[in-house]
């Protein structure tokens, strides 16, 4: 949050009091991130050109979508890599033979019906920067939360995003805070890093930014998915380190909502819990068949992949160690 501060430091009504040393490391940072924006941006308008001239359908979500929509300036929040989201398994293929055309480079992820919804892929281009992106079918690989939300919903409800080009679209901001909050939760057995601190001031930022009717929508999506306990999680914690202001009236509206949902942020404690609300979640007897299978049982190449292997008579070895440490690790 460097560069951040840096911007927050030098347009305060108000000289802030700080070590000139400290004062020098993030005006340097700031320079840098400045610096890797623009190439960022250049690289983002190219690619989104060419995704748009096959016709293309797909929403900037997440980081990106809010540098350009809800920080002053882009390179204020900062990202490793840019999530775009795609209608269906057959335009994000269709986006990977585009971007591999360019030199992208794509790495080793699950591939299924139930799984690996995303795959991250990426191309140096030029020395010391590299340019990342993250290509979803659902906004992410939980799929009790990835099916609450048709592509056609969120693309009729999208803003454009003329910065990155004149096709390009993101996220509304009401359900921009509804992922933010989801996202949160995701990450919570990933070792605490579920309150990162720029992930929590997006959403301050998302809050303060909406009108009577936003908050308004906002509670209505949160009650119909079910999600009213997930949002409430993510407020509170934003309220905590940024005092951010919920209108009493619709903190209400949540809290008694909240209470009626099966589903309950604070079971969500490791992977297992995750995959198992996944799985319980997962309608059908075969599709839960099929769902372990993809799990436990990847493809080929997914196999020789990850575990760099030159002959298949190894195969089912390696798919005993992969069980055996899968077992291990979600336990």
Request: hydrophobic letters at 35%.
């Amino acid at each position: 949050m460097l560069p951040l501060l840096h911007g927050l430091i030098s347009n305060a009504p108000e000289p802030i009091d700080c070590p000139d040393e400290f004062l020098e490391q993030i005006k340097h940072k700031n320079r840098q991130s400045a610096a890797v924006e623009l190439r960022r941006h250049h690289e983002l308008e190219y690619i989104f050109g060419l995704l748009s001239a096959e016709n293309l359908r797909f929403l900037i979500m997440k980081g990106s979508m809010l540098a350009h929509t809800l920080y002053s300036q882009p390179h204020f929040r900062e990202r490793f890599d840019t999530d775009v989201l795609f209608p269906d398994k057959q335009s994000s293929d269709k986006a990977w033979e585009i971007l591999q055309n360019e030199g992208y480079e794509r790495r080793n992820t699950l591939d299924g019906e139930f799984v690996g919804y995303q795959f991250g892929c990426g191309r140096e281009l030029s020395k010391g920067f590299y340019s990342a992106l993250d290509i979803h079918r659902k906004l992410n690989d939980i799929g009790f939360f990835a099916n609450m939300f048709e592509f056609d919903e969120l693309f009729q409800q999208s803003i454009p995003i003329p910065q990155l080009g004149p096709d390009t679209r993101g996220f509304n901001p009401v359900y921009a805070l509804l992922l933010a909050c989801i996202h949160r939760i995701i990450n919570i057995p990933l070792g605490g890093d579920h309150n990162r601190l720029i992930w929590i001031y997006d959403m301050h930022l998302l809050c303060n930014s909406f009108t009577e009717q936003q908050w308004q929508t906002f509670c209505t999506l949160a009650t119909e998915k079910q999600l009213t306990g997930v949002c409430l999680d993510g407020l509170y914690v934003s309220e905590q380190f940024f005092d951010t202001q919920i209108p009493p009236e619709h903190r209400a509206n949540l809290i008694s909502s909240a209470k009626k949902e099966r589903f309950s942020p604070h079971k969500i404690k490791t992977r297992r819990d995750l995959y198992q609300l996944d799985f319980i979640n997962n309608k059908g007897f075969i599709n839960k068949i099929r769902q372990l299978k993809e799990h436990l049982f990847p493809s080929t190449e997914f196999m020789m992949n990850k575990y760099q292997l030159k002959s298949k008579l190894l195969l089912p070895y390696y798919y005993v160690i992969r069980i055996v440490r899968g077992l291990k690790k979600y336990s």
